[in-house]
């Protein structure tokens, strides 16, 4: 695992929009997977930046997103379709054809799962996909003890999560229950994974992700088996790690191909 750790959450973004940009250089047509939430918003930020400023470009790109909620029609504000619209797609180049997200209404789930599965397959995979963790050590919306072989499926939220997710609901009881989320074998077929952390809430998920045991309890922790991962950190989201300063030893004597920045 690449820990790339920076004093605060904007010096990560900035990192991260980097490594971003690298990736979509480097391929005729990338695949991009994209999360929600609110880790990754500063990253969205400087992706249109750099749009705006001519500097990258999104139109020979296809996204897949994470996960949506079971339910939420693509127009409710509080849907990751009305998200990604309106942090990132809508202010950037990117071909709306070319953007997938799961369907949380479809009339036939378990069928729409699938058929986001084959569509990934279809495009050649994902070559760079943005992670959040949460506080409880999920990502996507893969809860712990879930399988670590997991396809996309229709999952039920931990209470933890319903209860970190309510912030975007006027009430608590709104929070769907369900959500239709990428599966952790789906997440693990990814070329590159791009996990970004901040605040000292998400220390101890991050600790347990990075130099835990490899076990359901974390999803996050899986991958450690990924062939190529890259962890952006704040300084308090890194707080809890033992070999901190061997991650940031590492970075400090990275060969100039291997920089970001
Ligand atoms: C969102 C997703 C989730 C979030 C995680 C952290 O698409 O897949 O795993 O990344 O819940 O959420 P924030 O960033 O809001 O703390």
């Known amino acids: 695992m ?3 750790i920076r004093d605060i959450p904007e010096e990560g973004a900035q990192v991260a929009a980097k490594l971003f940009k690298k990736i979509l250089s480097t391929r005729p047509q990338p695949v991009i997977g ?3 939430g609110g880790t990754p918003l500063r990253l969205y930020r400087e992706l249109i ?6 500097e990258l470009s999104f139109k020979d790109c296809t996204s897949f997103n994470l996960d949506e909620y079971v339910g939420l029609p693509p127009e409710d504000e509080r849907s990751y379709h009305h998200y ?3 942090n990132l797609f809508d202010q950037v180049d990117i071909d709306p054809s070319r953007i997938h997200l799961p369907d949380g209404c479809a009339g036939d789930l378990r069928q729409a799962c699938r058929d986001y599965e084959e569509k990934i397959k279809e495009f050649g995979g994902i070559d760079l996909q943005v992670l959040g963790i949460g ?4 990502i996507g919306f893969n809860e712990p003890t879930g399988s670590l072989a997991s396809r996309t499926w229709v999952k039920i939220l931990s209470e933890q999560t319903i209860k970190d ?6 009430d608590p009881e709104e929070v769907p229950r369900h959500v239709v989320t990428m599966g952790i074998a789906t997440v693990m077929e990814t070329r590159h994974c791009l996990l970004l952390a901040n605040g000292a809430k998400k220390a101890d998920a991050v600790r347990r992700m990075i130099e835990g045991p490899v076990s359901a309890s974390c999803p996050a922790s899986i991958l450690q088996m990924h062939k190529r991962v890259t962890i952006v950190l704040d300084e308090e989201a890194a707080y809890l790690l033992t070999f901190k300063d061997h991650y940031k030893w590492v970075e400090g004597n990275k060969l100039d191909w291997q920089k970001y920045d």
């Open 165 to 170: 997710n309510a912030i975007y609901f006027d």
């Open 135 to 138: 506080a409880n050590g999920h």
């Open 49 to 54: 930046r750099m749009h705006q400023s001519g």
């Open 34 to 36: 994209l999360a929600t």
């Open 2 to 4: 690449e820990i790339l």
């Open 84 to 86: 990604m619209r309106s």
